[in-house]
């Protein structure tokens, strides 16, 4: 028999947070997000240096920047199992706790290598744990505001995917060095966990063990295509970002990969902002995300056939693409979802995305080898900006979902 699709999420056993409570809900899972953001993307930049005194390989090295990806898809599932069990609300504290414990661990003196793995490990294990649960929070706070909570939430991810990225070189490796950079970033993981405490949580959804397993949603086409659509922009990006350094002329040390690379990120932000301050229901739409698919496209096309002359405008079209497909699917389950079903179908899309995520760059790599002409790796971001676009066409109308 053919499961019914995820239903409208809001009901009437949830209330809408209001006034001052509303804004400090709102507040702390936006620094939440920035947390769960910023602990790793501020790992890139002290790599060579902590390479050098550690006396690693290369190969080792690049495991403390894909092995977050890997535990990230492989403990979703577990996050939504953990929601089920003890609600939303400790579980994104008990996620909080992983990642600053974690962030702190990696700046251990003593041990060599071990305490930066092992650290990494935890607190990927945190922010894959939390994941799951801001969903369910965001629609247990804001059941009438879904869309735009949701989308703040999302803005405060990247703000910490650029925070994490811009700030530490520059700011804190030079006076400090790669140790003292990790414990800097565990300190507002912290605080992030003793704010979300603050908060309490609300409803069933966010207090008591609530929510459905995954294999009864397996049934609804609906899970696949959205999980399917956020895997395809999540491969796009990565692989965007992996491979446009080395096919622009120049190389990766060039000032033309650095200003691209820097403008892909960077327009994550202003789309994300904007994405905010509008009132139509963006979520819900095909045309939305069918949208930003072709911009996709066209950048990753655009990117093969002349990065070399008009490579910022490519950039800025893949960049707007991914980032507001970003922030509307991670709304889309508390948008659309009864509130028992929202851990398992986000845990769901979440998997698709980091596995993607961590395809994506190998992809381009071996179409690169196989073809032997360095344009041959934006072919992966081809297809999948064209499979986002199949997807985005059979996502159910504004009307059908829920």
């Given at each position: 028999m053919e499961a019914a699709a995820p239903s409208s999420a809001t009901g009437p056993r949830q209330r809408e947070l209001d006034g001052r409570a509303a804004a400090v809900a709102l507040l702390v899972a936006w620094w939440a997000g920035f947390n769960l953001r910023s602990v790793l993307?501020?790992?890139?930049?002290?790599?060579?240096?902590?390479?050098?005194?550690?006396?690693?390989?290369?190969?080792?090295?690049?495991?403390?920047?894909?092995?977050?990806?890997?535990?990230?898809?492989?403990?979703?599932?577990?996050?939504?199992?953990?929601?089920?069990?003890?609600g939303g609300h400790r579980v994104v504290a008990l996620g909080l706790l992983g990642t600053a414990?974690?962030?702190?661990?990696?700046?251990?003196?003593?041990?060599?290598?071990?305490?930066?793995?092992?650290?990494?490990?935890?607190?990927?294990?945190?922010?894959?744990?939390?994941?799951?649960?801001?969903?369910?929070?965001?629609?247990?706070?804001?059941?009438?505001?879904?869309?735009?909570?949701?989308?703040?939430?999302?803005?405060?991810?990247?703000?910490?995917?650029?925070?994490?990225?811009?700030?530490t070189g520059p700011a804190i490796l030079g006076p400090l060095g790669w140790r003292a950079s990790f414990l800097v970033w565990a300190i507002p993981a912290a605080v992030a966990l003793l704010a979300w405490l603050a908060v309490p949580g609300r409803g069933p959804a966010g207090t008591a063990a609530s929510g459905r397993p995954l294999r009864p949603l397996l049934r609804s086409a609906q899970l696949w295509w959205v999980a399917a659509l956020f895997g395809a922009q999540s491969l796009v990006y990565f692989a965007a970002n992996t491979w446009i350094p080395s096919t622009v002329r120049g190389g990766s040390g060039s000032g033309a990969a650095s200003l691209d690379l820097t403008l892909l990120n960077l327009v994550m932000l202003p789309?994300?902002?904007?994405?905010?301050?509008?009132?139509?229901?963006?979520?819900?739409?095909?045309?939305?995300?069918?949208?930003?698919?072709?911009?996709?496209l066209v950048g990753a096309v655009g990117w093969m056939l002349s990065a070399d002359s008009l490579g910022p405008l490519w950039v800025l079209l893949m960049g707007t693409a991914t980032s507001t497909a970003f922030a509307g699917l991670l709304a889309y389950w508390p948008t659309v979802a009864a509130p028992e079903d929202v851990a398992a179908s986000t845990a769901m899309m979440l998997a698709?995305?980091?596995?993607?995520?961590?395809?994506?760059?190998?992809?381009?790599?071996?179409?690169?080898?196989?073809?032997?002409?360095?344009?041959a790796a934006f072919l992966p971001v081809?297809?999948?900006?064209?499979?986002?676009?199949?997807?985005?066409?059979?996502?159910?109308?504004?009307?059908?979902?829920?």
């Amino acid at each position: 028999m053919e499961a019914a699709a995820p239903s409208s999420a809001t009901g009437p056993r949830q209330r809408e947070l209001d006034g001052r409570a509303a804004a400090v809900a709102l507040l702390v899972a936006w620094w939440a997000g920035f947390n769960l953001r910023s602990v790793l993307l501020s790992v890139p930049p002290v790599l060579g240096p902590l390479r050098s005194d550690l006396g690693l390989s290369y190969t080792a090295t690049g495991l403390l920047t894909s092995l977050p990806l890997v535990v990230l898809g492989l403990l979703a599932f577990p996050g939504a199992a953990l929601v089920r069990r003890w609600g939303g609300h400790r579980v994104v504290a008990l996620g909080l706790l992983g990642t600053a414990a974690g962030a702190a661990v990696r700046a251990l003196p003593a041990g060599g290598a071990a305490p930066v793995f092992a650290g990494t490990l935890l607190l990927a294990a945190g922010i894959a744990v939390a994941q799951p649960g801001l969903p369910v929070m965001v629609q247990a706070w804001f059941p009438r505001d879904v869309q735009r909570a949701s989308t703040l939430v999302t803005l405060g991810l990247i703000t910490g995917e650029i925070a994490g990225a811009g700030i530490t070189g520059p700011a804190i490796l030079g006076p400090l060095g790669w140790r003292a950079s990790f414990l800097v970033w565990a300190i507002p993981a912290a605080v992030a966990l003793l704010a979300w405490l603050a908060v309490p949580g609300r409803g069933p959804a966010g207090t008591a063990a609530s929510g459905r397993p995954l294999r009864p949603l397996l049934r609804s086409a609906q899970l696949w295509w959205v999980a399917a659509l956020f895997g395809a922009q999540s491969l796009v990006y990565f692989a965007a970002n992996t491979w446009i350094p080395s096919t622009v002329r120049g190389g990766s040390g060039s000032g033309a990969a650095s200003l691209d690379l820097t403008l892909l990120n960077l327009v994550m932000l202003p789309a994300t902002l904007a994405l905010t301050l509008t009132r139509r229901p963006f979520v819900r739409s095909r045309a939305f995300y069918a949208a930003g698919s072709l911009l996709a496209l066209v950048g990753a096309v655009g990117w093969m056939l002349s990065a070399d002359s008009l490579g910022p405008l490519w950039v800025l079209l893949m960049g707007t693409a991914t980032s507001t497909a970003f922030a509307g699917l991670l709304a889309y389950w508390p948008t659309v979802a009864a509130p028992e079903d929202v851990a398992a179908s986000t845990a769901m899309m979440l998997a698709f995305g980091y596995l993607a995520a961590f395809l994506g760059p190998v992809l381009g790599g071996t179409a690169r080898d196989a073809l032997h002409t360095q344009w041959a790796a934006f072919l992966p971001v081809a297809v999948s900006a064209t499979v986002m676009l199949l997807c985005s066409l059979r996502l159910p109308a504004a009307r059908d979902a829920g």
